[in-house]
């Protein structure tokens, strides 16, 4: 297959939203082709896009990390597309990391930005759906910024809550404290004037008993 340069830029919202529609129909039609045999890239090259693009949706974890075990160390006949095919196996699963689709998003960018002058050029299948994959990818990495966003969210909501509760925990067994203490403080004021009223009464009889003891002296005295 004859190469073609990969030079494109981004594309504005409407360009954008035209390639993601593209994108959808050829995906969707790669779901509805025959089951893809090759094993690794390594053993049918030549494969196309879709047929690697529907291997790579299939396969287990393990035979994708065995590919891409293969692709970093091959010496590819075609660098171009061995980057496009790496960008593909570390960001079609649904489950790709944050870095896998950095990774991925750098090497589409370098293949468009590079135009592969004075090498085999990007095959025109690759070429097309890698550029439209770039766009999805802006849009995954932006959902997957925004659910990180989301996430850090609710975990400050959440911890803002366990500390109310936290606060509203303690402002109760406060206020159980200060029901108690005053409840205390009532039953010693209590005790007290009791305590006085004991006192007081005997000064009363402390001071009749004076009283009685000097009369009785004034009527003993010649």
């Not at 593209?22 to 053993?43: R, Y």
Request: neutral net charge; charged residues 20%; aromatic residues 4%.
């Amino acid at each position: 297959m004859k190469g073609v340069r990969c030079n494109q830029g981004w594309a504005p919202p409407s360009r954008r939203a035209a390639r993601l529609g593209v994108l959808a129909l050829l995906v969707a039609l790669a779901g509805c082709s025959s089951p893809v045999v090759f094993t690794t890239s390594s053993l049918a090259p030549e494969q196309d896009a879709l047929a690697y693009f529907q291997w790579i949706r299939g396969a287990s974890a393990d035979a994708r990390e065995v590919e891409l075990a293969a692709l970093r160390a091959a010496v590819p006949v075609n660098p171009a597309q061995q980057q496009a095919k790496l960008a593909m196996l570390l960001s079609v699963p649904a489950a790709a990391s944050e870095a896998a689709l950095a990774e991925a998003s750098e090497l589409l960018r370098g293949l468009q930005a590079a135009g592969h002058d004075g090498g085999p050029g990007l095959p025109a299948d690759y070429q097309l759906f890698t550029t439209l994959w770039l766009d999805l990818l802006a849009v995954r990495v932006e959902l997957q910024q925004l659910g990180s966003e989301q996430q850090r969210t609710v975990s400050a909501v959440q911890s803002a809550e366990d500390r109310l509760a936290e606060l509203q925990q303690r402002y109760h067994l406060l206020s159980a404290t200060l029901v108690s203490q005053q409840r205390d403080n009532e039953e010693l004021r209590q005790r007290n004037a009791v305590i006085q009223g004991q006192l007081d009464a005997l000064n009363g009889i402390e001071r009749q008993l004076i009283q009685q003891g000097s009369g009785r002296a004034a009527g003993s005295s010649p």
